[in-house]
């Protein structure tokens, strides 16, 4: 019987030509999902380290990271609502005006429905509470927890650098896909501009505490809004105002009287229906009509100029004057009531501040 024998490929048994492909499958699988699984969750941790906000280019995040710093302000009148506050309005323009030190919280509508009051919360555990407190809202953002489909890149920023490991894994458990898309729209912020702010040691967030929390709006992309503009249905349509009455009822005190400013519009088509709605539930008036071009010709509609800041400022200390001096006269009356009350009926004293001036108004 002869003897069977088996054909020997040039190149060795079949298996041992396979090895050659395994292996460079195996790098593509490395290179193609190993690699980028580990670079995944990087972004969790940079946006929570301590240099993240003075070299990134998030738009906002620098801006908003001023309602966390826990560097005393003890505000007399505090401002806190969406970006067309932090934008519009300019503090030092109404301290100099009333004699007052007031303050912004910069927040959001994108960053809102994510921490929602966390920055309010922040600066009452480090300050005395203020005497007014005024929640500026745009009038398409007064019910912010039911209009906002998609959370914004700035809110999950701030929630991982501030809020608890617990309110994280809930915000997470309701939003998954939010948070699954998160390192990937902060790999999206790195480029050149970050680069350029690095080198240039740009520090936005100082910048804002400087001006005690108000930033202009200095994205040469949009010029301002032009005359033949028209607000978006989305805007115009009335969606409620149970978010902000909520915080109304939650941080009226009595030593704090907490009001709602409705923020101006631009004098575009569609506005005179906001300007003639009643927003009664609110205690607020209709918002004002102002010139387009004051405005930045973004999709929000909301935005100040840098120019127009001072136009945007003075319509907003034409409304505060009256509520300063119905607060004056609020509190002399609280003073003589309590001078009348005995010791078991006086009220718990506010904390104390670092002054007892009289306002705008006040009996002297």
């Known amino acids: 019987m002869g003897t069977l024998q088996t054909e020997t ?7 041992e030509g396979q090895t050659p492909s395994r292996k460079r ?29 003075h070299w990134s280019t ?27 506050a932090f934008i519009g309005i300019n503090p030092k323009i109404l301290n100099a005006k009333f004699g007052i030190h007031s ?46 489909k998609v959370r914004q890149f700035e809110g999950e920023e701030m929630m991982l650098r501030h809020e608890s490991w617990s309110e994280i894994v809930h ?16 790999y999206s912020t790195f480029g050149p501009k970050m680069i350029v702010a690095a080198l240039h040691h740009v520090n936005r967030e100082q910048t804002t505490a400087n ?26 349509a009335e969606t409620g105002t149970r978010s902000v009455q909520d915080l109304v009822r939650q941080y009226t005190t009595p030593q704090v009287r907490v009001v709602v400013y409705i923020a101006p519009v631009p004098d575009c088509g569609g506005s005179h229906a906001l300007e003639t709605r009643s927003y009664a539930g609110l205690h607020a008036t209709p918002p004002e009509v102002l010139p387009a071009r004051d405005f930045v010709g973004d999709h929000y509609y909301a935005h100040s100029t ?21 607060h004056a006269s609020s509190a002399a009356q609280s003073g003589l009531s309590q001078d009348g009350a005995g010791p078991e009926q006086s009220p718990r004293a506010a904390p104390e501040r670092r002054d007892d001036r009289a306002w705008p108004g006040a009996a002297r």
């Open 211 to 236: 001006s005690l929390g108000h930033a202009d709006f200095n994205d040469m992309i949009f010029g301002p809004l032009t005359a033949n503009c028209s607000l978006p249905s989305s805007l115009l």
């Open 171 to 186: 915000f997470t458990a309701h939003h998954p896909l939010e948070m699954l898309r998160f390192p990937f729209r902060l």
């Open 58 to 84: 998030s738009q906002w995040g620098p801006m908003l990271e001023y309602a966390y710093d826990p560097a005393p302000k003890n505000a007399d009148v505090l401002i806190f609502g969406d970006s067309s």
């Open 306 to 326: 840098p120019t127009a800041v001072p136009v945007i400022t003075a319509a907003f200390a034409s409304w505060l004057a009256p509520e300063l001096v119905a």
């Open 9 to 15: 490929s040039p190149h060795g048994t079949a298996d």
């Open 103 to 148: 303050v912004v919280l910069p927040d959001t509508i994108g960053s809102i429905p994510v921490t929602r009051d966390t920055p309010l919360k922040t600066y009452l555990a480090h300050n005395a509470p203020p005497r007014l407190l005024v929640l500026y809202f745009s009038a398409w953002n007064l019910d912010f927890d039911h209009i906002a």
């Open 25 to 53: 499958f195996a790098k593509y699988l490395f290179l193609v999902f190993i690699i980028p699984l580990l670079f995944y969750p990087l972004p969790f941790f940079i946006a929570t380290s301590a240099s993240y906000e």
